[in-house]
C-alpha cells in the first residue's frame, strides 16, 4: 500500500456536500483504503466557476491505498454529481 493526499471539493450545498462525503467513504471502505487523517477545510470562494459553482467545499484526506484502486476512484468520482474536483496526490515517504 502506498500513502497517498486526496482533496475533494464538495458542492457548497450541505446536503449535497454530504451526499459526496457519503461516496466517498464508501468508495474507500469497499476498496480496503485506510483513511489515516481528514481535515474539512470548510467552504471557500472558488477561483473560477466549476459546474457553475462560485463555493465549494474542502476536504483533505490522507490515506493507504493500493495503486490499482486510485483509477477505479478517479473514473467513479468523475460521474458523481456532488463531487466538483478532486486531486490524488502520491505522498512521498
Same mark, same amino acid.
Given at each position: 500500500?502506498?500513502?497517498?493526499?486526496? %482533496?475533494?471539493?464538495? *458542492? +457548497?450545498?450541505? /446536503?449535497? $456536500?454530504?451526499?459526496?462525503?457519503?461516496? &466517498?467513504? %464508501?468508495?474507500?471502505? *469497499? +476498496?480496503?483504503? /485506510?483513511? $489515516?487523517?481528514?481535515?474539512?477545510?470548510? &467552504?471557500?470562494?472558488?477561483?473560477?466557476?466549476?459546474?457553475?459553482?462560485?463555493?465549494?467545499?474542502?476536504?483533505?484526506?490522507?490515506?493507504?491505498?493500493?495503486?490499482?484502486?486510485?483509477?477505479?476512484?478517479?473514473?467513479?468520482?468523475?460521474?458523481?454529481?456532488?463531487?466538483?474536483?478532486?486531486?490524488?496526490?502520491?505522498?512521498?515517504?
Amino acid at each position: 500500500m502506498r500513502n497517498y493526499e486526496f %482533496t475533494v471539493i464538495f *458542492d +457548497a450545498n450541505e /446536503e449535497k $456536500t454530504a451526499a459526496g462525503m457519503e461516496i &466517498v467513504s %464508501t468508495a474507500f471502505a *469497499d +476498496a480496503g483504503v /485506510e483513511i $489515516t487523517k481528514q481535515e474539512d477545510m470548510g &467552504v471557500k470562494i472558488l477561483a473560477y466557476p466549476i459546474k457553475k459553482q462560485e463555493k465549494g467545499h474542502y476536504v483533505y484526506f490522507e490515506l493507504k491505498a493500493e495503486p490499482s484502486s486510485i483509477k477505479g476512484f478517479e473514473q467513479a468520482f468523475l460521474l458523481s454529481q456532488p463531487i466538483l474536483k478532486f486531486l490524488f496526490v502520491n505522498k512521498e515517504k
